[in-house]
């Protein structure tokens, strides 16, 4: 079965560090991999999303980057964050193409202070 | 203008009892996707149901259907029977045109269901 993992699950930063979370996924090969974002009682914004390795569409311009430097592993990086990084980041996965639902991961909560 | 409306940004409702959470939707593909999702205090997201435009019967899955009204652009969920552990925040969510890559989600549901 597949599985997805985020890391780490909370994380507290000053502002103006570097910022890098990372997704695998387990179980699957060629997934569609995505980052969100989740403001404090909000719903999800889309990040970036990725249909395969070194692929990445960037759906709001702002201070964060992704890559996808292997088949299942997705990175979100940041070189200087900023207070309004902070919130849950949340990937998931979909098969491709993506015609059905997308799985989440466990999700990270940043505060960035 | 939105994709995905959710009017009702919480509700209590007694257990056992049905609830439907609301959601609209805005699209003039005629191929598209319909999901909710449920996030618990945890703050995963648990997909719950999925509802094809071109799907004939609605949704089940369990206590959960989908009340699909496609001419009226409105994809209800429906929760028979409801818990303690259906207590959540509740998203409706849409992809448009078969193979986008992209879901748009509502703004969600907070259901606290009261013993």
């Known amino acids: 079965s597949q599985t997805i993992h985020q890391w780490p699950a909370t994380l507290v930063q000053p502002v103006g560090s570097p910022l890098s979370l990372e997704c695998t996924v387990e179980g699957t090969s060629n997934p569609n991999l995505y980052w969100y974002r989740q403001a404090a009682g909000r719903g999800l914004q889309l990040l970036f999303y990725s249909v395969g390795i070194g692929q990445i569409s960037s759906e709001v311009p702002q201070n964060l980057s992704a890559s996808r430097p292997q088949d299942r592993q997705f990175i979100l990086s940041s070189k200087k964050l900023l207070l309004s990084d902070s919130g849950f980041y949340l990937c998931?996965?979909?098969?491709?193409?993506?015609?059905?639902?997308?799985?989440f991961g466990p999700g990270t909560r940043l505060t960035v202070l | 203008a939105q994709k995905i409306t959710q009017t009702q940004p919480g509700m209590f409702v007694q257990e056992k009892e049905a609830v439907t959470l609301d959601c609209t939707y805005d699209t003039s593909d005629p191929s598209y996707g319909l999901f909710w999702y449920k996030q618990p205090s945890s703050g995963e997201m648990i997909f719950l149901i999925y509802q094809g435009s071109y799907d004939q019967q609605n949704a089940t899955e369990g206590r959960y259907s989908l009340n699909f009204q496609k001419a009226r652009k409105s994809a209800n969920l429906v929760i028979s029977a409801s818990q303690l552990g259906d207590s959540a925040m509740y998203f409706c969510a849409m992809r448009e045109n078969f193979g986008n890559e992209k879901l748009t989600f509502g703004t969600g549901t907070r259901l606290t269901i009261i013993p």
């Open positions: 998931a996965w979909s098969l491709r193409p993506a015609i059905n639902e997308q799985f």
